[in-house]
Each structure stands twice: as structure tokens, then as C-alpha cells.
């Protein structure tokens, strides 16, 4: 028996009262509960299905497919139910759900946990959907000789070709490698879409964001914001990021403030 002082026990009782309670409660009446469930399906005991669902989460997925194909089902997440839809139908009814239904936007921020992951500011104002929906991809056609030309450099460096010989690389870092240079043609350009600490600094930080994101989601909500503190790095990599940026950027407010829009050096626009 644990010899806990009169405060503790008043502090465990007010965590009990605050968050427990209301946690079981919310989760006990949600509509949820009517989606078949692959594993344990109670308040408490879910949990214990979402710990072993790190590991087999592709059997469970997998054994609900077999039993629920053409409907749905659920699996346990430490935060979360995950519903999985099957069926043409319902991919159909939800390709046609409305935003305000359906919302891409909200399913992000919620596995990236973006508030944290990537900043608050990115969640309140999503402004880079709206530049990679509508005027970055309207653009592609005048940069796809840009494109063109950073996947050959790309190749050459990475993927070098070598008469009547095999060349063994590693798939995954190439292709990381290939993505990253070639997408930031296209966002910063020349040279620094070729620079090795920009390169890498975009890769390190995604691989960040997914593994805190993920850590993250493994703890009740009101624990996040302070737990964020010791799994990102949000600051450190601004910080990094705008040492290449911030030249970048001021140059060319200079010389749109000197020239205007007939720079002749002035790069393709995608707004």
C-alpha cells in the first residue's frame, strides 16, 4: 500500500474528477460504440487493444477487411478510434462529402498534431493548402523545366549512371533525396534547393514531426502542450531554416522594392 500524503490523494481525486470521469463518461455515450470493433471495444480495456496494435496493426486491419468488407470498422488508438471504410460505395459517399463533413484539414492537424509539430500560427492560418492548391499547381506547366532539370541533376548525383555495370543504392535515403530536391526547385530555387544542410534540415524535421506527432497522440490531450516542449524542436529549426531563408527572402524584397515586377532576374511567381 502506497503511503500517499493527504495532498496527493486530493490531487489524484481532482484528476479522477476532471478528467477521468468526464473522458469515461463522453466515451461511453459516443455513437462510435455502434461501429464493429477489431479487438477489445470497452472504455477501459480498448486501451489494451490500441498497446498491441502497435505491433499488429496491419492484422487487425486486415481481419476487419475479411469480416466487415463493403461497411466499416474501428481499431483502438491510444488517443482515438480509427475507422476504417471499405467498399466502393462508401469510398464514393465520402469522396462527395462536403468540408464541412468531412474535414481533410482537421484529420491532419490531428495526426501531426500540427500545434505542436509545426505551430500553432500554421494551424490557424493554413495559407500553403491555398498556394499548393490553386497557384503553385496552376504554375507547373512554366516550371516543369525546372523540374525537368533538378531530377536530372538529381539523378547524376545521386543515381550516377555506370556503363555495363550494376549501381547499388539505398532506396529509401535516394528517393528522400530526389523528393526534397526537386520539390525545393520549386519552392527556394537556385542554389539552395541544392544546398546539403537545407536538404537536410527538411528531411531531419519531417522525420521529427511524424515521430513526435506519434508520441504525442500517446497521451491524454491536456498533457501535450507541455510534453511538446520536450519532444520538438519547433524554434531550433526556424531558427536554422531562416539562417538560408532569411538572405533569401530579403534580397528579393530588395530588388522587387528596386525593380518592381520587371526584374529581369525575377524567378517564375506562383501567385
Known amino acids: 500500500m502506497f503511503d500517499l500524503s493527504p495532498i496527493s490523494w486530493a490531487l489524484i481525486g481532482l484528476f479522477v474528477a476532471v478528467y477521468c470521469i468526464p473522458a469515461y463518461l463522453q466515451a461511453a455515450r459516443s455513437p462510435i ?11 477501459f480495456t480498448s486501451y489494451y487493444g490500441a498497446l498491441k496494435g502497435i505491433w499488429r496493426t496491419s492484422q487487425m486491419i486486415r481481419e476487419g477487411y475479411e469480416k466487415y468488407y463493403g ?24 469522396r462527395k462529402g462536403a468540408d464541412d463533413e468531412l474535414s481533410f484539414h482537421d484529420a491532419v492537424n490531428n495526426t501531426l498534431q500540427v500545434e505542436f509539430t509545426l505551430g500553432k500560427g500554421i494551424q490557424d492560418d493554413p495559407y500553403h493548402i491555398h498556394t499548393v492548391r490553386t497557384p503553385l499547381t496552376r504554375s507547373l506547366a512554366n516550371r516543369f523545366p525546372e523540374v525537368q532539370d533538378e531530377i536530372a541533376a538529381s539523378f547524376i548525383e545521386h543515381i550516377p549512371a555506370k556503363e555495363d555495370e550494376w549501381l547499388s543504392v539505398p532506396a529509401y535515403d535516394t528517393v528522400l533525396q530526389l523528393v526534397v530536391g526537386t520539390s525545393n526547385r520549386l519552392f527556394v530555387g537556385l542554389p539552395l ?69 520587371e526584374d529581369p532576374e525575377r524567378p517564375v511567381c506562383i501567385v
Not at 73 to 93: A, H, N, Q, Y
Not at 248 to 254: G, P, S
Request: hydrophobic share 40%; aromatic share 10%; charged share 25%.
Open 33 to 43: 460504440n455502434k461501429i464493429p470493433t477489431i479487438g477489445p471495444s470497452g472504455v
Open 71 to 94: 461497411g466499416t470498422f474501428k481499431i483502438p488508438m491510444m488517443d482515438r478510434w480509427s475507422v476504417i471504410v471499405t467498399g466502393p460505395e462508401l469510398f464514393d459517399e465520402i
Open 193 to 261: 534547393c541544392r544546398d546539403p544542410d537545407y536538404r537536410k534540415l527538411n528531411i531531419e524535421y519531417t522525420r521529427e514531426v511524424v515521430k513526435a506527432a506519434f508520441l504525442l497522440t500517446q497521451f491524454p490531450v491536456f498533457l501535450r502542450p507541455f510534453l511538446a516542449k520536450v519532444l520538438t524542436n519547433i524554434d531550433i529549426n526556424v531558427k536554422r531554416a531562416m539562417r538560408h531563408l532569411g538572405p533569401l527572402i530579403e534580397e528579393r524584397l530588395a530588388r522587387e522594392k528596386q525593380f518592381g515586377p
